[in-house]
C-alpha cells in the first residue's frame, strides 16, 4: 500500500501572519493611545501655615526670583558677594536663621546652588517663606 507523501506531510514552519496581525493591532492601539497620555499636569504645591520663629535673633531674608536673581532682604545681589555675607554672618552667635522665598517659577537648579551655598558657608537653620509677601521680586 503506498502511502500519499502530500496529505501527511507536517508543516515545520512557523505560521507568523496571526503573530504579525496582533503586532499591528497593538502598533496601532499604542499610536491612537499616545497622544492622549503624553500631555502636561499643572501641579500647584500646597500652601501650609506655618508657625512664628520663636528664635530671638533676625533672620536673614534671602529671595530668588524666576530670573535666577539672588535679593539680600530688599537689595539684589550677586552670587559671590551673597556667599562672603553668608561667610560673615555664619561668624555671628547665636548664628541666624536663613529664611529663603523662592518664586515658583524660578529654577530648581538656582535653588540648589543658593542651599549649597548656605549650607557649605556653615549656616545650618533654613527655613523658607511659603506665602508671596514683600519678598517676592519680579
Known amino acids: 500500500m503506498q502511502t500519499d507523501h502530500s496529505t501527511e ?6 505560521n507568523m501572519t496571526p503573530f504579525v496581525d496582533v503586532i ?3 502598533l496601532i492601539i499604542f499610536l491612537v493611545t499616545l ?3 503624553q500631555h502636561n499636569i499643572g501641579i500647584e504645591l500646597p500652601t501650609i501655615k506655618s508657625q512664628k520663629l520663636t528664635d530671638h535673633t533676625d533672620p536673614i531674608r534671602i529671595s530668588l526670583n524666576a530670573n535666577g536673581h539672588y535679593f539680600w532682604e530688599q537689595d539684589i545681589i550677586e552670587p ?3 556667599h ?4 560673615l554672618e555664619a561668624r555671628r552667635d547665636p548664628k541666624p536663621v536663613v529664611l529663603i522665598f523662592a518664586d515658583k517659577n524660578s529654577r530648581y537648579e538656582d535653588l540648589a546652588k543658593l ?7 556653615g ?3 533654613i527655613g523658607f517663606i511659603t506665602h508671596e509677601g514683600p519678598y517676592n521680586h519680579k
Open 9 to 14: 506531510a507536517v508543516m515545520s514552519e512557523i
Open 123 to 125: 549656616l545650618g537653620k
Open 24 to 26: 499591528l493591532v497593538l
Open 115 to 121: 542651599l549649597a551655598g548656605i549650607h557649605q558657608s
Open 35 to 37: 497622544p492622549l497620555v
Open 80 to 82: 559671590q558677594n551673597l
Open 84 to 87: 562672603l555675607k553668608l561667610g
